[in-house]
């Protein structure tokens, strides 16, 4: 089983910023693909970004695209997400999640196995 662990949230003023850290342990996983989620009070959860283990390639949803950035260590088995300018808005406990493949579909959760327990982010006006 692969464990995944968030870090990083908390209580932020509109503008300011924050990193969550994405830590994977566990038996070893083979997966390509590695994203963030987040999912609002009453909304359905949405994607926000992935990353490929092997190539550094990314993908951002519309809404946070040159405010946020994704990366990653893989010695330390990390992902990051760096939040930027961040508004009101991007409230929500953000999730990271590990998948097989690195494709078209990495903005789907259908494309992830494994999921963490989520990191709260708030974000004041």
């Known amino acids: 089983q692969v464990q995944l662990v968030e870090s990083g949230g908390g209580l932020v003023q509109a503008g300011g910023s924050l990193r969550l850290s994405c830590a994977a342990s566990?038996?070893?996983?083979?997966?390509?693909?590695m994203g963030w989620f987040r999912q609002a009070p009453g909304k359905e959860r949405e994607f926000v970004a992935a990353?490929?283990?092997?190539?550094?390639?990314?993908y951002y949803a519309d809404s946070v695209k040159g405010r946020f950035t994704i990366s990653r260590d893989n010695a330390e088995n990390t992902v990051y997400l760096q939040m930027k300018s961040l508004k009101p808005e991007d409230t929500a406990v953000y999730y990271c999640?590990?998948?097989?493949?690195?494709?078209?579909?990495?903005?789907?959760?259908?494309?992830?196995?494994?999921w963490g327990q989520g990191a709260e982010v708030t974000v004041s006006s």
């Open positions: 999640a590990a998948g097989q493949q690195y494709g078209h579909r990495v903005n789907r959760q259908k494309a992830y196995d494994y």
């Open positions: 566990g038996r070893t996983f083979s997966g390509n693909a």
């Open positions: 990353i490929s283990w092997s190539s550094g390639n990314t």
